[in-house]
């Protein structure tokens, strides 16, 4: 049977996002295995706010209860940074686009390196106005870098939006998309994909985590995936989406694009020296738009 997203309003508010800044939030103190979104804090909404009053022992608590989780939320968010800092360092002029942008702070805690680079958040209204009130009142940066825009992914057109608020065709453009394919269905994911593909015309990297797909279909083997699976139906935002290791260069292909990384739990634990276990039906993935400008 086809899974389908439950239907979200503008007025929504995603649970998940709050319990990511949270897990962030929780390791973001500590000595060794560092979380370096020190921002995470500010933007855990209640009940998940709870957890930080006594951190030992909520992290001590998570790893039984969702085994895993909060060590992927860490390599996660290392790894995303060092790719974008990567893309910052060889783009100058470009754009960052975060779709799904939740309490993501790095147009904050990157301000001094975008140089002329501009990014473009785009969410559910109800966790954008969250978002600004707490960058508002807490007078994060007087000059932010970043545009804010309302969207439903499910009942909005991405082209649309991006033809409406502006969006430079022509620029090189890195697309951050953490934390968010496993929520939407497959023909959202295609047609996110297909969009971004027509719309830009330079340069296009993508950077993406995603589910395997036998653990979407039901293969709770994993480490961590029944404890995590069990929590994301009690707030009814259940994962969705997967993709099989042995098919995701054809997958891609198909949509215009390459693979050019692919790390899984194990490249993860590996690159960023953790003595933890992370959650094993997660990886991350880099790709690249195969033709721009009519350059391979």
Known sequence: ?????????????????????????????KNEFQNPDYLAKYFVSHPWS?????????IENLEERVPGCIYYHLVRTKKFDQLCLKWLK?????????????????????????D?????EFDLKQMLNYKKEIIKSNNFCNSLKSNFIDINFHEDSLIE???????????????????????????????????LNEYFTNELEIILDYAY?????????????SELNRELKEINEPHLFGLEQNKLDGFFNALGYKVDENSK????????GLKKKIHAFHGILKIEKRVYNGKI
């Open 50 to 58: 709870e957890f930080l009053k006594d951190r030992e022992k909520s």
């Open 116 to 120: 002329k680079n501009f990014i473009y």
């Open 161 to 195: 939006s991006f033809f409406s608020n502006k969006i430079d065709q022509h620029k090189n453009t890195l697309i951050i998309w953490e934390g968010v394919t496993y929520f939407l269905d497959e023909s959202t994911i295609i047609e996110i994909l297909n969009n």
């Open 90 to 114: 060889e783009n100058k002029n470009g754009q960052i686009i975060i779709l799904g942008s939740g309490f993501d702070s790095r147009a904050i805690i990157f301000q001094d390196k975008l």
């Open 265 to 272: 739990a194990e490249d993860l634990e590996n690159e960023f």
């Open 1 to 29: 049977m086809k899974k389908l997203a439950p239907k979200r309003t503008e007025s929504d508010f995603i649970q998940s996002a709050s319990v990511t800044a949270m897990m962030r939030a929780l390791l973001s103190e």
């Open 213 to 225: 797909r036998d653990y979407i279909n039901g293969n709770l083997s994993y480490y961590g995936a």
